[in-house]
């Protein structure tokens, strides 16, 4: 069974700056993918960030590229750095941890932290 717990949502004013945190365990031994998807009211599930284990591979979505930076140690907790945070960035954040990135959905995920931007 794995455990993933995030940490690090608030509200903070369009510009300012947010560092989301996300620690998996339990038994994460074959999962190398680790990643944040974001949700909010009304709108569809997107994809955020996802990183390999090691960092060296990374993947944005375009409404972040450039704002946003995951990272990731070197046991099981990721971080997103966002910057320059939007009002359309308020949304439900959800960390995730799969096997694959390309599997990142079907993984197992947190229970999400809330990301609110006021213009």
């Known amino acids: 069974q794995v455990q993933v717990v995030e940490s690090g949502g608030g509200s903070v004013q369009a510009g300012g700056s947010l560092r989301l945190s996300c620690a998996a365990s339990?038994?994460?031994?074959?999962?190398?993918?680790m990643g944040w998807f974001r949700q909010a009211p009304g709108k569809e599930r997107e994809e955020v960030a996802h990183?390999?284990?090691?960092?060296?591979?990374t993947g944005y979505a375009d409404s972040v590229k450039g704002r946003f930076t995951i990272s990731r140690d070197d046991g099981n907790t990721v971080y997103l750095q966002m910057n320059s945070l939007k009002p359309e960035d308020t949304a439900k954040y959800y960390c995730?941890?799969?096997?694959?990135?390309?599997?990142?959905?079907?993984?197992?995920w947190g229970q999400g932290t809330q990301v609110t931007v006021s213009s």
């Open positions: 339990g038994y994460t031994y074959s999962y190398n993918c």
């Open positions: 990183i390999y284990s090691g960092g060296s591979t």
């Open positions: 995730a941890i799969s096997d694959t990135c390309a599997a990142l959905a079907l993984g197992y």
